[in-house]
């Protein structure tokens, strides 16, 4: 259960220093001829050079500026849709870690999409986060290319649900496969039943579809692969 719901995160996304020195300018003091000591009767009056003002030079502030800091690949992360799909700048900063022997899905990072083996049913997912989707070449076989962060789901699948209630993603299903399945006190919407057969069915309303195994039509679709030892019945 901990790889597919890890499977379904991955699917679902001068300051200007003023610094002025504290410089005390003296006052300057300025001795009059006139600051003398009065004569006595037997002295004769000596006069006292007046003492040259030195004028103190204003002090200029200082202005300190900090340059604007790099911007960060997080932070560049919004403009991955503009991007090149084979730009230099890392939109994935933060990769999922090595997995352990029992996940049934394996992830290959580039700079702007994802490349996700669904090891279950051995199917390839593109995720990519740029307008257009990447040329991926010729080396395997994928059916499913998956503009990211996702944002509204179809579960034909309904053992799906729980997952995406986990995920707070219950208020952005659109189709179910089955609509007497749907118990999440979380959702504020019911969603509409997933019909192949209803000329109507608008596939706009969702960015991907979970289905139980292989969608061989759908190029929006994904397997999810839950046999009945990845239940929570076979785990428990």
């Known amino acids: 259960m901990k790889s597919i719901y890890l499977l379904l995160v991955l699917l ?8 002025q020195e504290s410089i ?3 006052e300057a003091t300025a001795t009059t001829p006139e600051a003398t000591a009065a004569p006595s009767v037997a002295e004769t009056p000596v006069a006292t050079p007046p003492v040259a003002t030195t004028e103190t030079p204003a002090v200029v502030p ?11 690949v997080a932070a560049a992360a919004g403009d991955c849709l503009s991007a090149d799909t084979f730009s230099t700048t890392d939109f994935f900063p933060n990769k999922l870690g090595a997995l352990d022997a029992s996940a049934q899905f394996s ?21 990519y986060c740029t307008r257009a989707q990447p040329d991926v070449g010729s080396t395997f076989q994928s059916k ?3 503009q990211i962060p996702v944002r509204s789901f ?13 995920l707070g993603q219950s208020n952005n299903i659109a189709y179910v496969g089955n609509v007497s399945n749907v118990t999440s006190p979380c959702s504020n919407k019911a969603p509409v039943l997933f019909d192949v057969n209803n000329a109507n ?6 960015d991907v579809a979970i289905y139980p195994g292989s969608a061989n039509n759908d190029p929006k679709g994904v397997g999810l692969g839950v046999n009945y030892a990845a239940s929570p ?4």
């Open 12 to 19: 679902v996304s001068i300051c200007v220093v003023f610094a």
């Open 24 to 26: 005390t300018v003296p």
């Open 62 to 72: 200082t202005t300190t500026t900090t340059a604007p800091a790099t911007t960060s």
């Open 107 to 127: 992830v290959t990072y580039s700079n702007t999409y994802k490349l996700v083996h669904n090891l279950a049913l051995d199917e390839y997912y593109v995720l």
């Open 144 to 146: 499913t290319f998956i």
């Open 154 to 166: 179809a579960a034909i699948d309904t053992r799906a649900l729980g997952y995406l209630d986990l």
């Open 201 to 206: 069915l608008d596939r706009n309303l969702y």
């Open 233 to 236: 019945l076979g785990v428990s």
